[in-house]
């Protein structure tokens, strides 16, 4: 099952330099907690951008145009084919974990959302692509625990397919 996951700002931003413009670490732990032992797809940019490792406990899928990329502990894919014919045949979970352009390609194949919403502004260069909010269904929606190491006001959303593609 192919999964989006995000954390934006109220205006769509998602990244800056490839990295995140805020510091919340409930949402990492968040993402953490979802993605475990699952497998995750992202881009070469996005990828390197958290260091050119893959996160533990999970499988790392980089996509890139760029035929002789390579990095350690990694499958390296060049298409979205190559991708959606893993995900058919993985038992788990794939997560689709961006860039702009990686969410782009593959948010129509996608059947489920997680999407933090952070009701704040910030500076950055990379947003979320346009959304069909009427190809989805809100699910849930928790307002996350705000304190001094998550200073904004913020949302943990899941939303499913209507079923309407």
Sequence with gaps: MLIAIWAQDKNGLIGKNNHLPWHLPND???F???TLSHTLVMGRKTFEGMGGRPLPDRKTIVLTRDMDYHAENIIVMH???EVLAYDRDNKGKTFIAGGSAIYTEFLPYCEKIYRTFIEA??????????????????LERKQGKRDEKNPYRYYFETYGRTGAF
């Design 28 to 30: 990492l732990r968040f």
């Design 32 to 34: 953490k907690e979802t």
């Design 79 to 81: 298409s979205l084919g």
């Design 121 to 138: 502004s910030f500076e950055g260069d990379a947003y979320f692509p346009t959304v069909l909010w009427n190809k989805w269904q809100l």
